[in-house]
């Protein structure tokens, strides 16, 4: 299986880069994973509802241009779907099963991402009602799909 994630932004934090590159070290015995980041767009701390939109709109833009036209698209949102880590497991399963060999997973910047990009996405996945800072969603999702191939293998993980 082809896993990338596509991200807004470039990652900052040494703490959070150190995490990620042992999850994906880890990650890449079961799967290829590629992570990609977009630029985020530059705009000042307040802005109007239409400018809000507006830069979802860019960033939406340059996220759909990275998604191959053939992958499966899992768009990480607040309001999407939550699932167990056995539940996440069994739908990469399935999408292996039915000869999906691209899935790619979208976290969006600071403001979200846009209606293009949700329209897009063949599921929305939830991780939960709270809101996490993008940067670190990306840490949390390359472990639990990490995670979700270890159990997909039977393998032991700590619970
Ligand atoms: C800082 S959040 C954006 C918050 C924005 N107000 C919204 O409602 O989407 C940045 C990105 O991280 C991801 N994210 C943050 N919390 C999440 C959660 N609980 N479940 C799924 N994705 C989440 C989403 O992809 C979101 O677009």
Redesign the pocket.
Known sequence: MNISIVTVGKLKEKYLKLGIEEYTKRLSSYSKIEIIEVPDEKAPEILSDAEMLQVKKKEGERILAKVPADAHVI??????KQKSSEELADTIDKLGTYGKSKVTF????????SDEVLKRADDK??????????QL?RLILVEQVYRAFRINRGEPYHK
Request: glycine share 16%.
């Open positions: 768009a990480l949102a607040i309001e999407g979208i976290i969006g910047g600071s403001l979200g991402l996945l939830s991780f939960s009602k709270m809101t996490f800072p993008h969603m």
